[in-house]
């Protein structure tokens, strides 16, 4: 690998690069910097780009001993994330100039383990559903999703090995498939969410994009500062229960031919591969979803509508009015229904290690006004379940489609394990 393919590498290759001697940090972020200059002016991946302060940090961890897990490894923050030595704008113009007093959890913690933060990523404004600048890597024409819609153009396009996202009903794993990236939504919990400006705070989860998935458990330990036990083996064939949704009419064609094709490889690959049902309660989780966001959305915004409402878009105000409308008690069943659901959703999983489900409906819509559908995301998001999204299909116009495994809560580890195996066999 010469200096200048040094942006192409892996997480992990990276680092036993740099173990090895081979390279060092200071040249694997200015191959990230020149990537970045050939291709910001398409991809539009960045709302704040820190060179100067990359590369000074680069050279410190050069001229030290390893500083941790992620030692040099160049990686994109989303913009929703709070960042002490950077401006935040979570998206709005009303945070043009805003610098946090201190790191969130989720940058304190990569930086402790020596990360180089690059700068931060595009989101959506507040993470909600009013599109940002960026691009889809693959065709400019086509949305990359929502909300992190930035660090998925970046890690697709080359520009840094890691980033993060924040995923409230899909903006992890849908973004990650449209540009066709590997990304983990951990179980709701495990990722710290101090300094992540609220959207709806009983949902919100910080997640990470790679290109392997050995590079998810490397962001995955960094993350949630846990022992990293190397890249996941994947030696064993999970028991795999492939379910559609209640959605299922939502999928595309692309969407539905990916599970299907992604089921017949892997059980002539040895996987038991069996159709699952979700129980008939879980049918209504997108409605109770849209409650408990729709009534949070005008407690977490107070500040911002009285004090700058003319400064919200239309598709925030409009969200924020149908919140206005919902009752304590909507609020109170839908959180009730919520709670059913995951307690339920062990006996639903019985007798599976992982369920292959769909990441998006199809792949990346044409135009940039939208970021797409979450229809199969939000309800594992309520679930507090981890997800998975695999690379490895395509749609009618050539762009990314994935697939998705879905684990039990708390037994990320375990999914990353099946995911290997799934991710192996897939390509």
Not at 67 to 73: D, E, N, R, V
Not at 191 to 215: C, I, Q
Not at 248 to 267: F, I, N, V
Request: charged letters at 20%; glycine letters at 10%.
């Amino acid at each position: 690998m010469t200096s200048g393919s040094l942006h192409e590498a892996t997480a992990l290759e990276l680092a036993r690069r740099l173990d090895a001697g081979e390279t060092t940090s200071e040249r694997i972020v200015q191959a990230c910097l020149e990537r970045i200059a050939a291709r910001e002016p398409t991809v539009r991946a960045w709302t704040h780009l820190d060179r100067d302060g990359a590369l000074a940090a680069a050279r410190r961890l050069d001229g030290g001993p390893r500083a941790g897990l992620l030692h040099g490894i160049p990686m994109g923050i989303k913009d929703v994330i709070d960042t002490a030595d950077m401006p935040t704008g979570y998206g709005s113009p009303i945070y043009a100039r805003h610098r946090p007093p201190s790191d969130a959890a989720t940058v304190a913690l990569p930086r402790a383990a020596g990360a180089v933060i690059m700068g931060k990523t595009v989101t959506t404004e507040f993470a909600n559903r009013f599109a940002g600048p960026t691009t889809n890597p693959h065709n400019p024409a086509h949305t990359p999703g929502g909300s992190s819609s930035g660090s998925a153009a970046a890690v697709a396009d080359q520009m840094v090995p890691l980033a993060t996202g924040t995923q409230t009903g899909g903006s992890v794993i849908r973004p990650a498939s449209y540009c066709g990236v590997y990304a983990l939504k951990p179980s709701f919990g495990l990722f710290g969410t101090f300094g992540v400006k609220p959207n709806t705070e009983l949902f919100d989860t910080v997640g990470v994009m790679a290109r392997s998935v050995a590079d998810l458990a490397l962001g995955f330990a960094a993350l949630a500062s846990v022992p990293f036990a190397g890249a996941p083996k994947g030696e064993a064939a999970p028991r795999i229960g492939v379910c559609r949704t209640p959605y299922w009419d939502k999928a595309l064609p692309e969407t539905q031919h990916a599970l299907a094709e992604a089921a017949s490889r892997l059980s002539r690959a040895g996987a038991t591969v069996v159709d699952v049902a979700l129980p008939a309660d879980f049918a209504r989780i997108q409605e109770s979803h849209s409650t408990i966001s729709g009534f949070e959305s005008v407690r977490n915004h107070a500040d911002e509508l009285r004090r700058h409402h003319g400064l919200l878009s239309l598709v925030l105000r409009e969200k924020i009015d149908e919140g206005r409308h919902l009752s304590i008690d909507q609020f109170r069943a839908a959180r009730r229904h919520a709670e059913r659901c995951r307690a339920g959703f062990g006996a639903a999983m019985a007798g599976y290690d992982v369920l292959l489900t769909p990441s998006a409906a199809g792949e990346a819509p044409a135009g940039l006004e939208s970021t797409g559908n979450a229809i199969f995301n939000g309800l594992w998001t309520l679930l507090y379940v981890p997800c998975v999204t695999l690379p490895g299909f395509t749609g009618p116009n050539r762009l990314p489609v994935g697939v998705q495994l879905i684990g039990r809560r708390f037994h990320d580890p375990a999914l990353l394990e099946a995911a290997a195996w799934v991710d192996r066999h897939l390509r």
